[in-house]
């Protein structure tokens, strides 16, 4: 059978049978202590670890190790080495779930060969997630799910945007919002990947020179809550439609709604003021004040400068007429 991994098969026979006589031994104290022999004090310290499952904790004796990856039928390679520590800190961990809660049927050992591609494997684990989370079947109506249940292997998928599946966080923490422009900006900051598939190109730099972008880094500068609106606040964080369909919250008539979330007497007219990701500038009127402020700026700066030069040439005619 296939070797679905680089470290060598006695390695992890090894840490599987470690592992089996630590809790053996762990098992026959408990023995005693129930039968009335002395018992040890229990550790003052304890580890996330140790509230995991035995299957888990049989599976991250091997998967901890490093060099641990698997080659799929398409010839990709994937890193499967797995941080224990991480996945007892996970969300998913903290919840009680274990590594056979996903991983359906992977139960013996050596593992069964690997028969899917990447991309097939991907696929199947949007469903795995969606087992839990309804908002699983909210990405697939998106435009994001869409174009991946079609093969794009470009699009995000669940760990793409919430991290490595084994140290998902909650998205509740400050942490994870003020990630959100940095997460959706890895791709659509890319001018040749979202011109290969028809998106446009320049959003997240007209973002950051707005308001909302403006605010949004200075206060992640400073390690802040973000108040402001990020990407997903606007554009939905699952079910995300482009925003020429009628139905997305950034359609035209959408629009007044959608900022309304935030600000409650908002308009049609405050809602078309918005530069629609485009470069601000290119609106007759925001052109217009940038460039008074420039004016302006520049013309105080030379006025400030002027203002010294003078005053410096007047206290060397002082002190030469007072030298005279």
């Known amino acids: 059978m296939k070797d679905r991994t680089r470290t060598g098969g006695w390695a992890r026979t090894a840490g599987v049978a470690l592992l089996l006589t630590v809790m053996g031994a762990g098992g026959a104290g408990y023995a005693a202590a129930r039968g009335g022999a002395p018992a040890q004090a229990a550790p003052s310290s304890f580890s996330p670890l140790d509230a995991l499952d035995e299957a888990s904790q049989a599976c991250l004796s091997c998967h901890e190790m490093e060099g641990m990856s698997v080659i799929f039928v398409d010839g990709i390679e ?117 011109t290969a598939h028809g998106v446009r190109t320049g959003t997240v730099p007209s973002y950051l020179a707005e308001f909302h972008g403006l605010t949004a880094s200075l206060l992640k500068e400073k390690g802040a809550t973000i108040p402001v609106a990020v990407c997903s606040d606007c554009h939905g964080a699952h079910a995300i439609l482009p925003a020429d369909d009628p139905s997305s919250s950034v359609f035209v008539t959408n629009l007044a709604a959608t900022c309304r979330r935030c600000h409650p007497d908002a308009t049609n007219a405050f809602a078309t003021a918005w530069s629609m990701h485009d470069n601000p500038e290119r609106h007759p009127l925001v052109g217009g004040i940038a460039w008074f402020y420039r004016i302006v700026t520049g013309i105080s700066v030379l006025g400030f400068l002027g203002y010294i030069a003078l005053e410096r040439a007047h206290q060397r005619r002082e002190r030469t007429r007072r030298g005279a």
Do not use: K
């Open 78 to 194: 994937v890193d499967v080495q797995v941080d224990p520590e991480a996945f007892a800190s996970s969300v998913h961990a903290q919840a009680g779930l274990g590594c056979q809660t996903c991983h359906v049927g992977i139960d013996d050992y050596p593992h069964p060969e690997v028969t899917q591609t990447r991309l097939q494997w991907v696929l199947e684990q949007q469903h795995v997630c969606a087992w839990c989370h309804s908002a699983g079947d909210d990405f697939h109506l998106g435009a994001h799910g869409r174009a991946l249940s079609l093969g794009d292997p470009d699009v995000p998928n669940c760990t793409t945007c919430h991290g490595d599946a084994h140290a998902i966080q909650p998205v509740a923490t400050p942490a994870f919002r003020a990630g959100i422009v940095d997460t959706c900006a890895s791709c659509h900051a890319d001018d040749e990947l979202m």
